[in-house]
């Protein structure tokens, strides 16, 4: 049985792992949480909380289950303290990448993120059809080895897809290459994309389209649109419609938007904003 420090245990991210990892065998969890409602939260879970210099004193595993802005501070008072060997897990790549983490040889950091429920997926319990991150309905996750022995990359991912699981498939990437993914490509670029889709709905309703009629016409077009462009549909747009997204194209994007965004010298600088809680 592996011992577990989970901090960050009452947060939102916490208590769903929380939930996952209570009842597990294999492992041995100590919660440690210093909000109030982090607390109530983990109380009705049915679990007390452990003050975090004892969870540390003897944990085989840490989990990071914190907000990015704060990790720097907090693994900054806690790195030193932790045994040689200690896995250090993070669900995000930011720290890493951003170079935050406490230089120490003899520790290991694996970082785990998941991918959430895909767009096209085979769930048909109602519960796991309306969960929108993962835990009930099936997921991808990504995972990388940041430093540490490779026996260490197992045990990191084991959690990890109990953590996170029922899994479809554990992808294992650089922390690099999931910092491309995020932020870059899900925050920065294609979370801006759908809310611009937002704007052009309710521009839509504002120019006289009953909002119902509006709502349901686009849902409807995006799983088509969806379909065929990543391949699902085994059909392509009409000549039409290929001419008005290249027109439509043209204006509403930057010719070196994929300079400007998809490169590392962008994500290291939006990385660095995350991890510091400042816009840059």
Not at 216 to 243: C, P, T, W
Request: glycine share 8%; with cysteine; proline share 5%.
């Amino acid at each position: 049985m592996q011992k577990v420090a989970l901090l960050g245990a009452g947060g939102k991210m916490g208590c769903r792992i929380t939930k996952k990892l209570k009842d597990n065998p294999e492992y041995q969890l100590s919660y440690v949480e210093i909000g109030d409602e982090g607390k109530r939260r983990l109380s009705e879970l049915g679990v007390s909380v452990t003050p975090q210099e004892k969870a540390l004193a003897d944990a085989d595993i840490v989990v990071l289950a914190i907000p990015d802005a704060v990790i720097k501070k907090v693994a900054a008072a806690i790195i030193p303290t932790l045994n040689s060997g200690t896995i250090v897990v993070s669900l995000d790549p930011a720290a890493a990448y951003a170079g935050i983490l406490p230089k120490r040889d003899d520790i290991t950091y694996f970082v785990v993120h998941p991918c959430h429920p895909p767009l096209f997926n085979d769930e048909i319990c109602p519960e796991a059809m309306v969960d929108w991150f993962g835990g009930t309905a099936k997921q991808h996750i990504v995972c990388a080895l940041f430093q540490g022995p490779e026996e260490h990359y197992n045990v990191g991912e084991t959690l990890a897809v109990k953590m996170f699981g029922p899994i479809i498939q554990s992808h294992r990437i650089t922390v690099e290459q999931m910092a491309i993914l995020e932020p870059a490509l899900v925050e920065t670029f294609t979370s801006t994309l759908v809310a611009a889709m937002k704007e052009a709905l309710d521009e839509t309703i504002r120019m006289g389209v009953p909002e119902e009629a509006a709502f349901n016409f686009l849902m409807g077009h995006l799983r088509v649109q969806f379909a065929v462009i990543f391949g699902y549909a085994g059909f392509e747009f009409s000549d039409g419609a290929k001419l008005a997204m290249q027109q439509a194209g043209e204006v509403i994007f930057k010719p070196d938007w994929k300079e400007n965004i998809m490169n590392l010298a962008s994500i290291r600088n939006s990385v660095d904003a995350i991890t510091k809680n400042v816009a840059k």
